[in-house]
């Protein structure tokens, strides 16, 4: 991972090492009743602290996502929508 921009809507745009890129979609993960820890990311100041940590897109509080899922969707389709 080399890159991860927040952008509105619970949505990230990310670009890895290798030149993939793409958006990763949040949204209905986030606003789920059943969010558990992403709960926290509701909060869009809480949201924009993403970063990169050791390659993985990271938020305070170890929350993290999956690089290796992510980088097969963003190569299949340019997108990355998690469910709820």
Do not use: C, K, N, Q
Not at 25 to 49: H, K, Q, S, Y
Not at 57 to 84: K, Q
């Amino acid at each position: 991972m080399r890159d991860v921009i927040p952008l509105p809507g619970y949505r990230l745009a990310v670009r890895f090492h290798d030149g993939t890129a793409g958006t990763v979609d949040m949204a209905a993960m986030i606003t789920a009743p059943t969010a558990g820890v992403f709960a926290r990311l509701r909060d869009p100041a809480e949201f924009a602290r993403v970063h990169v940590l050791y390659g993985v897109v990271t938020w305070p509080g170890e929350i993290d996502l999956a690089p290796d899922a992510m980088h097969d969707a963003l190569a299949a389709t340019g997108e990355w929508v998690l469910a709820a």
